[in-house]
């Protein structure tokens, strides 16, 4: 059974064409799906159509601002990850982005490590896989935390009956850890379940 990663989707929100290119071209060739916006008064009807996982904005625009921006934005989608990159960084457009739930601050120029280790951060916060293990460790939190609400069972019940500690299974239900077959045997004993049923099979 090939287990499908689905894309992740970044727009990148830059009057500077020469950076939203730039970056777009760094994170395609990461595998990522990128739309680039120059024009910060057409942010709003790109969101509309994009469905994007996460959206980088500059924070300096002509005609309207990143927190403006952001605002809009977070009128349409409560739930998009926004990251704020800036050559003028201060405490004030740091405050406000916090407030309108921005999920980092990116001060520029940036390397692309550093970069990369913005999004990853993100990626983890959101439960996004990349791999086809990662969205193993994806489907099997889920269907372990599915099943665990359906038996209206706590954490600490589930740790009662399963010899495992509450921090174990509460990292494996986020999928930030990945449980070898004997924990995984433990957990489907304990959810009165078959081992396969936490792959996400029937």
Do not use: W
């Amino acid at each position: 059974m090939a287990i499908e990663v689905p894309p992740i989707r970044i727009l990148i929100v830059d009057d500077d064409k020469s950076i939203c290119d730039y970056v777009q071209t760094l994170l395609e060739r990461d595998g990522f799906q990128v739309e680039t916006q120059s024009d910060p008064l057409k942010v709003e009807e790109t969101v509309k159509a994009g469905d994007f996982h996460l959206i980088f904005l500059d924070l300096m625009m002509p005609r309207m601002d990143g927190i403006e921006v952001l605002r809009r934005i977070r009128r349409i989608d409560s739930d998009v990850s926004v990251v704020i990159f800036t050559g003028y960084p201060t405490l004030e457009s740091a405050k406000a982005a916090m407030k309108l739930e921005a999920v980092d601050y990116l001060q520029k120029p940036f390397n692309n490590d550093e970069f990369r280790e913005v999004i990853a951060r993100v990626m983890r916060k959101k439960g996004l896989a990349r791999t086809p293990e990662e969205q193993l460790h994806k489907i099997i939190g889920d269907t372990i935390r599915t099943l665990r609400k359906e038996k209206e069972l706590t954490l600490k019940q589930m740790s009662r009956r399963t010899n495992l500690s509450v921090s174990l299974l509460s990292q494996i239900e986020r999928a930030e850890s990945s449980a070898s077959i004997s924990s995984l045997y433990k957990v489907a004993v304990a959810l009165e379940t078959r081992i396969s049923q936490l792959f996400g099979g029937h």
